[in-house]
């Protein structure tokens, strides 16, 4: 997180900021109930829902045009039970980021982008052992796919960390 300070556009006050980052902790799929589910899982990078659909985290990277920096967005995606598996197989071998990417599924609707990211087409790449991997958008003309593509203003990121701190507010 940036030590900055910004002026929010949705309250006017001064923030800290702005993040250079947003999270979602599970995919849009999972449910709380599922945690007592002995076929369900999540953890801090992999889920498994009833033993049937599989998710692994992954980064969404927006460069920013004026800093240099990156904004990222770290999201789920859908894998297949083979991708998944070759996944979990390769997670702490030294070299892995030589695998092919994984096609998969965006797994988490982003708030403030329209039509909604859920589902969007991706591809999955891995990264040395201890970094996530990178999430590659299928390029559309959809907004997320543009702005990894084109990249970010600070106004923007400004207006997207204005839009989620006030939507994680209680």
């Known amino acids: 997180m940036s030590t900055d300070q910004f002026a929010c556009g949705t309250c006017g006050a001064m923030h800290s900021g702005p993040p250079l980052s947003f999270a979602a902790p599970a995919p849009d799929f999972w449910l709380p109930e599922m945690a007592d589910d002995d076929a369900c899982l ?26 240099g920096e990156t904004f990222t967005w770290s999201m789920w995606v ?4 083979p991708n998944f598996t070759r996944a979990v197989d390769v997670w702490e ?5 030589s695998e092919p990417p994984y096609f998969g599924w965006l797994s988490n609707a982003i708030a403030g982008y329209e039509p909604t ?19 590659e958008l299928e390029p559309t003309v959809h907004p997320l796919a543009v702005d990894q593509r ?14 989620h701190l006030h939507r994680l507010d209680p």
């Open 117 to 135: 990211t859920l589902n969007l087409k991706t591809n999955v790449h891995t990264r040395p052992v201890g970094q996530l991997p990178y999430i």
């Open 42 to 67: 999540l953890d801090s990078d992999l889920c498994v829902i009833s033993g049937e659909r599989f998710f692994i985290r992954g980064l969404i990277e927006l460069p920013i045009w004026e800093t």
């Open 150 to 163: 084109a990249g970010l203003t600070m106004d923007r990121v400004r207006e997207i960390a204005a839009f």
């Open 78 to 81: 859908s894998l297949s039970r």
């Open 93 to 97: 071998h030294p070299g892995r980021e």
